[in-house]
């Protein structure tokens, strides 16, 4: 079994749940990030945030940064959080047994910074879990955010990266059901957490 697992296809959501479901408790032990939604007072989603993937396990008193403000249209992005804050969690990632990569592949690859520690951290053999955006809903934020086709050949270069290292599995969830995923990724778990 490939030492890397990224998940691809279906939705953020759904991607982001099967990595929590196939790790449990562990992910509490887990370096790297996950993304959260932050939601006003009528339940919507007003903004994105970057978290440690720790508090996805419920691990209090961990620092979240919003990168994303949905309250106006089209979204504010804030590129420092990834540039500083992302950056940071992807060096201490190498301090933990295994780590969460919940979602990459999108304007953070324009990021040098964060494109630097991501190799570094792709480089380090550490085990790694996590959620690929899709070449469509990459394109989606490039459009939304009126971004060059430098981005596109960002996340081109990574999936490309990704498909053509022998280390590394991509699991498109268009393509197997979610019970051939979740045994997957629970054999996953088992063997690299």
Not at 86 to 111: C, D, H, Q, S
Not at 131 to 143: I, M, N, S, Y
Not at 175 to 185: D, K, P, Y
Request: with cysteine.
């Amino acid at each position: 079994m490939e030492k890397r697992i990224f998940l691809t296809g279906a939705d953020p959501k759904t991607r982001s749940r099967l990595i929590r479901e196939a790790l449990g408790e562990k992910l509490a032990w887990a370096g790297g990030f996950v993304i959260a939604a932050e939601a006003n007072v009528r339940g919507y989603a007003d903004g994105y945030a970057l978290r440690p993937a720790a508090a996805a396990a419920g691990v209090e008193g961990l620092p979240s940064r919003r990168f994303l403000d949905c309250r106006s249209w089209p979204p504010e992005r804030d590129n420092e959080v990834f540039r500083s804050f992302g950056t940071e969690l992807l060096r201490e990632a190498a301090l933990y047994p295994f780590t969460v990569l919940a979602e990459i592949g999108g304007f953070e690859t324009l990021i040098p910074q964060f494109r630097e520690a991501l190799e570094a951290l792709l480089q380090s053999g550490l085990p790694i879990i996590g959620a690929l955006k899709t070449a469509e809903e990459a394109e989606g934020w490039r459009q939304l955010f009126g971004l060059g086709e430098r981005m596109t050949q960002q996340t081109d270069h990574l999936r490309a990266g990704f498909a053509s290292d022998p280390g590394t599995h991509i699991l498109d969830l268009n393509e197997v059901s979610e019970a051939e995923a979740h045994a997957l990724l629970r054999a996953w778990a088992a063997a690299y957490t």
